[in-house]
């Protein structure tokens, strides 16, 4: 019997994580699938192979939208490819090959095609994707280290500028709309993009800092963190464009806040070439440190190359699932 390429529904959800389970031998956290697909607010882009009336292939892309000086355009991250051990073989008709070339064929006919799709694969998902599917290499994903004991006894905000809090409030608006109409490309943080990321995650904890001005009127800086043992990473840095340095203070409040958690480190990845990664690579206590993650790019309709990407593109740790 072929096999049959076609869109991924929420019927196929039981299937899909048993599929899950069996590609990366590893169950999946209760209700994470549904919150990943159904529940993100910029919809589903998922293709499954399927033969003998059982599903073999699963080839995604979490949907976002990415922002470049106030101008919008569909985006999306490459996740969750994967296939039933019993299903790869080698051959030029094998499902994973069909289904990425499935995706990117949808991809480049829309009304709207992203200028590039995206990913942070592992050694084997990268090989097979540059060999196969066209994606280059934009560089790679930048870490910086701080030990909280040092960062904490830096300067941090007055009490009242700090809030500590687990989703976004109304205030945050102002800020995005700062960030969104700068240079460079990132995608979506607004609250409800971040609200779905971050607060309704099942099975995941993250905290919001929040940096407000001394008169409690403006939201100058956020950073959302989550936990990993005795590590914290900040998977966002949100700041105004020019007041990068508002970080530095961010920072501390944040270090000050986990020194009594039993946090030994504190994490931020980010492009070195963008004004946060900037402040990182200068800030006299986070070193930088290399992370062997790749940024694999897929230009759309042979746009933009891959080194413009990665001098623009102001990516986090958010972006792609690691924490």
Known sequence: MPIEIRKATEA??????????????????????????????????????????????????????????????????????????????????????????????????????????????????????????????????????AEIPELSRQESPAGEQLVISETLPAGYDALWDSIRTSPGWRTDKSRGTLHWRYHARPNRYYRFFLLWNSARSNLEAVAIVGFDGERALVAESLVSPGNEGRLSLLFAGVAQNLSTNGIVTLEARSNPNSPVGRLLSQHPLFRRVTSEIPLEVRPVHGWPDPDEVARQFDYSAGDYDVV
């Open 12 to 145: 196929d959800e039981p299937a899909l994580e048993q599929l899950f389970r069996l590609a990366f031998r590893k169950p999946l956290p209760d209700g994470e699938w549904r919150w990943k697909y159904a529940g993100n607010p910029h919809g589903r882009r998922a293709l499954v192979a399927v033969h003998d009336g059982r599903l073999v292939g699963h080839f995604a892309a979490w949907p976002t939208v990415l922002w470049k000086n106030g101008e919008s355009r569909k985006a999306c991250s490459a996740t969750d490819v994967m296939t039933a051990p019993a299903a790869r073989f080698r051959g030029r008709d094998t499902p994973i090959l069909r289904l990425g070339r499935s995706f990117f064929e949808e991809e480049e006919k829309s009304d709207d095609p992203p200028p590039f799709v995206f990913g942070f694969p592992g050694f084997r998902h990268r090989e097979f994707g540059e060999r196969f599917l066209g994606y280059r290499c934009a560089g790679e994903v930048t870490r910086f280290l």
